[in-house]
């Protein structure tokens, strides 16, 4: 169910053919999701994992989750419901699940005969109930080709220990229920699990590591820096298994109409396509990063590096944090370093030599191109400070 096929052409991914990202958007958007904490400090995996153990029937279950079969049902349904509403606002589930999305109820009512319903050999024999028949355990509900079931609402475990095992149907079909709940926590076990990682892997290795110098890694800087955290740090990469169901290549209309040849992979849980994904977009410069004014992650993409994202300010909506963060850093530049100090007088001294007409566009601009040139020169250490101070303010 929360499966799907990604499609991969340089920076764009296109999930089930239809949807396009960038490269590492899917990312971003988790690593600036705020459900971390209520997610970790409730545990959600060890309660998935606690109804996926005690919602298993069997023969010899204990007496007290038999007792509490249906009291558990409902509460492993409020705990998978508060994380269907978190996937439906994040990607790609928020475009590719609608609402198809199976609940614990749904499985439950494809094996009635485990379950209670208040109905005996007759109703069933002579059809002695339709969509009115209602009682304690649910109502009566008819199916697309007209037959008549119950649909459940309180599953009460029939007894265990009358289960015939030596059926071989009811066997097959016991054997079946279990790994239906199975799967279905394991569903929400892998993405939980892929939830945390991003922010318990991606998001320290980003900050701590791939973006430490404030400018794109080189290649082997990135093997070091991988490297380095996957020694260093206890949640790292290596215990991320990218796993794919399936890989190949096909066809599909990019942005411009045109037939791009995409790898079309199977990812079956959310952990996969990120870990793909992730890797694909450093090779693309296309790498998720922590603006240095909102706190909030956004995407860098391609040539350039920056350190503060594009996102309007909310008292200032003409402006950008881009803008303010360039500013600011700027500012903080001419304070701590002489040499941005030195530029910066004298850009306001010629600036105000150009605004009095002592100087002409031509002039005033040779002049911006000279000063930046011998200001990056003193900064890489080619000249002498004394020099570049003495020439700039010419």
């Known amino acids: 169910m929360f499966g799907f096929k990604a499609y991969f052409w340089?920076?764009?991914?296109?999930?089930?053919?239809?949807?396009?990202?960038?490269?590492?958007?899917?990312?971003?958007?988790?690593?600036?999701?705020?459900?971390?904490?209520?997610?970790?400090?409730?545990?959600?995996?060890?309660?998935?994992?606690?109804?996926?153990?005690?919602?298993?029937?069997?023969?010899?279950?204990?007496?007290?989750?038999?007792?509490?079969?249906?009291?558990?049902?409902?509460?492993?349904?409020?705990?998978?419901?508060?994380?269907?509403?978190?996937?439906?606002?994040?990607?790609?589930?928020?475009?590719?699940?609608?609402?198809?999305?199976v609940k614990l109820d749904d499985i439950l009512n494809s094996y009635g005969y485990f379950f209670e319903d208040g109905l005996d050999y007759e109703d069933y024999a002579y059809g002695q109930f339709d969509e009115d028949t209602v009682n304690e355990y649910g109502v009566g509900e008819k199916d697309e080709a007209g037959n008549y079931s119950m649909r459940l609402y309180n599953f009460q475990l029939c007894p265990p220990e009358h289960i015939d095992m030596e059926d071989d149907d009811i066997r097959h079909s016991l054997h079946e229920l279990n790994q239906t709940i199975s799967g279905f926590f394991d569903m929400y076990i892998k993405f939980v699990t892929a939830y945390f990682q991003v922010h318990e892997i991606y998001k320290p290795f980003l900050i701590e590591y791939f973006h430490q110098k404030e400018v794109f890694p080189t290649g082997n800087e990135v093997a070091e820096y991988f490297e380095d955290f996957n020694t260093s740090k206890a949640k790292n990469f290596i215990k991320i298994k990218c796993k794919m169901e399936s890989f190949g290549y096909k066809a599909l209309k990019g942005k411009g109409g045109d037939l791009i040849l995409c790898e079309e992979i199977g990812f079956n849980d959310l952990s996969s396509f990120l870990?793909?994904?992730?890797?694909?977009?450093?090779?693309?410069?296309?790498?998720?990063?922590?603006?240095?004014?909102?706190?909030?992650?956004?995407?860098?993409?391609?040539?350039?590096y920056y350190t503060y994202c594009d996102r309007k300010l909310k008292n200032e909506p003409n402006k950008t944090c881009r803008d303010v963060g360039s500013k600011r850093r700027y500012d903080d530049r001419c304070k701590t370093n002489p040499i941005w100090q030195t530029y910066n007088r004298a850009y306001k001294a010629h600036y105000a030599r150009y605004m009095k007409k002592k100087m002409t566009v031509a002039e005033f601009e040779k002049w911006s191109k000279f000063a930046s040139e011998i200001r990056d020169r003193a900064l890489a250490g080619e000249i002498l400070y004394e020099q570049y101070y003495a020439d700039i303010r010419r």
């Open 10 to 101: 340089g920076n764009d991914v296109y999930i089930n053919e239809k949807y396009r990202y960038d490269s590492c958007e899917i990312l971003t958007a988790y690593l600036n999701d705020k459900h971390y904490d209520s997610l970790s400090q409730q545990d959600y995996i060890y309660q998935l994992k606690y109804f996926k153990r005690h919602l298993t029937v069997s023969q010899d279950m204990d007496y007290q989750d038999y007792k509490n079969y249906n009291s558990t049902v409902y509460k492993a349904m409020s705990l998978t419901e508060s994380l269907n509403k978190i996937m439906k606002k994040l990607p790609p589930y928020n475009k590719i699940l609608g609402n198809q999305i």
């Open 275 to 304: 870990y793909y994904d992730f890797f694909n977009g450093i090779k693309q410069n296309y790498v998720p990063n922590l603006c240095k004014n909102c706190g909030k992650f956004f995407l860098i993409k391609g040539s350039w």
